[in-house]
């Protein structure tokens, strides 16, 4: 496969560049000049490139001939067309708005026709990254272009699917005025849940698949992100979990992610246990929008975690774009954003005061937490009626601290461009980011105060729950001490930055 893949990768160079020399090549992909050549007699056997010129003055050329026949996919939301994406070797990706499309355009697709040679963004960040890409990048022995990828998933976020034209079949489907508002049916979408919320449900799942060490693609869901996932629902009669049958037409309400390999689960223990606990204090105790989480236990002492899915409701699914597709960015480049370029996008496209207010305490969250592995893939819009958007409920949310210590940052991402700091942010800049989310100074100061303080009164209790949940199944008190940790750290870092002073509050210890 990593043949395929390589050679997948020096044609898509020849796409890019009209012409390319043995030199060039080389400096492209790091590979030797022996392996270039290779992987150039392969092509050219394969009719896919040609050589042209004199051996010291050869260069090569994408040979178009032989491929040429356009695919063509149907693109859907919630069922009704919203446009065709086709691909070529010689025009790359065209995306066209269906004649009858008469809603907001779709972000970085501001023309009836658009045109690229990368799949655009919008559509890219749909596809699972890292080895969850790999995995779907060869099928059936082919090695599969980025939009014939986008034909293999059948669980995005949010509304968007993809058929290929030939097989399209128009069916009359739900109408957006007939989709249920979603701030109205909210408090059943996203359910409530306590911490620690321990499942004791029978998993009709296959092992290796819990694992995470399988390589089935049918056992995964295609839900984009870096980390394995499967799509299941909930019995809660029969106590039970299973997974999806897609075949069925069954739609996911739920995401399982298995814990890593035994490897990494040396890195990163208790992943899942992060994640609920910190989900459930922005849920419960910030009384921000987050979606019902819980954790299942293990084999290996490690656990799984179980988290609602927000933009699906019977068989309706909500639009929802992350801050990837709203920046035109590519789910690789997630970490090269800023906090501010997001905040001013959410600015652009949001107007709900309620959103602005939500988001700022969001990122005061994340600093007093260290979620150094926030990016612009986890913080999302939800439309929630009428082509408004909110900010959509949060998701991957855990702290670093658990792992890297005093080493781990606020933030994957830098506070600004010229600024590219990722923790210890002062007063004012925190009063920065509330400026260009149109709020008041007061009002700010109220939000920084009533998060800062709401950490310092109830996180203790979580720290004892975590404690008392280790002591009942027998595990070393590794999550509740960095936990205790943490919560002093953060305490002496906002006073010693002047933070608690000018909000009138103290530093706080256990």
Known sequence: MKKRVK?????RLFEAYEKLTVKELKSYTNQAERTIRDYLKILIEEGLVVAVGQTNRRYYQRNYAIDEKPIVVM???????????????AKGYLFSYSANFRVEKFPSLPNEVNSSYALFSIFENLIPENRRRERLLLKDGKVLNALELLLELDNTHGSFDFVPLVSFVHEPKNEPNKIPNWRRIKQTILEQNGFVNLLEYELDIPLEALKGVTKSRELYSSLSG???KIDV???????????????NGELAHYLLKPYASDRR???TPYLALNEHLFMSFAKNELRLDVPFTAVLLGQNRDFYFLVKRYDRYRGYKYHQYDFAQQLNIESEDKYDVSILSILEKFSQVVTDKKSYEDVYRFIIYASLI??????????????VGENRWALAPLYDIISTYAYEGKKSDDFGIVFDYNNPKKRKLSYQEYLQMATILKLGDSKAKSILKDTIKRFQVYFPSYIEATKVFEKELGYRHLLSKKLHFLYNQKNREFEKLGILKELGLRRLEV
Not at 7 to 11: A, D, G, T
């Open 7 to 11: 050679l997948e990768e020096i044609k």
């Open 75 to 89: 693109v859907l939301q919630n069922g009704v067309e919203v446009g065709t994406l086709s691909f070529t070797y």
């Open 226 to 228: 870096y980390q394995h």
């Open 233 to 247: 629902n909930l019995d809660h009669e029969r106590k039970k979990i299973t997974r999806v049958k897609k075949e």
């Open 265 to 267: 689960i040396k890195h």
């Open 370 to 383: 260290k979620h150094g592995d926030l990016h612009a893939k986890n913080i999302g819009l939800i439309e």
